[in-house]
């Protein structure tokens, strides 16, 4: 069994930062794919990003060159660093973990781009 913590989130100005990290539980984490997805009021919840256990990213196209995904075995943690943050950005944003048919996610964090 695997839980997932995330934290880091807060309220930001446009044209801010902020990390966000995400904590694993369990001896597995190596193996997941990791992932970032967000979900703003009346959307869907949609993917930011993803590291696989190879360490290969991918990026949803509104976020390329604002964001970055990185992870640290050693900790069981995975990050998404994000820039130039955009009102647009603002949702909570939830951390998964996947690996085969294991699916895991986060309880998620809030994260609000306001002046």
């Known amino acids: 069994q695997v839980q997932l913590v995330e934290s880091g989130g807060g309220l930001v100005q446009p044209g801010g930062s902020l990390r966000l990290s995400c904590a694993a539980s369990?001896?597995?984490?190596?193996?997941?794919?990791m992932g970032w997805y967000r979900q703003a009021p009346g959307k869907e919840r949609e993917l930011v990003a993803t590291i696989s256990s190879a360490y290969s990213t991918n990026y949803a196209d509104s976020v390329k060159g604002r964001f970055t995904i990185s992870r640290e075995n050693a900790k069981n943690t995975v990050f998404l660093q994000m820039n130039s943050l955009k009102p647009e950005d603002t949702a909570v944003y939830y951390c998964n973990g996947k690996y085969q048919y294991l699916d895991y996610w986060g309880q998620g964090t809030q994260v609000t781009v306001s002046s």
């Open positions: 369990g001896r597995i984490f190596s193996l997941l794919t």
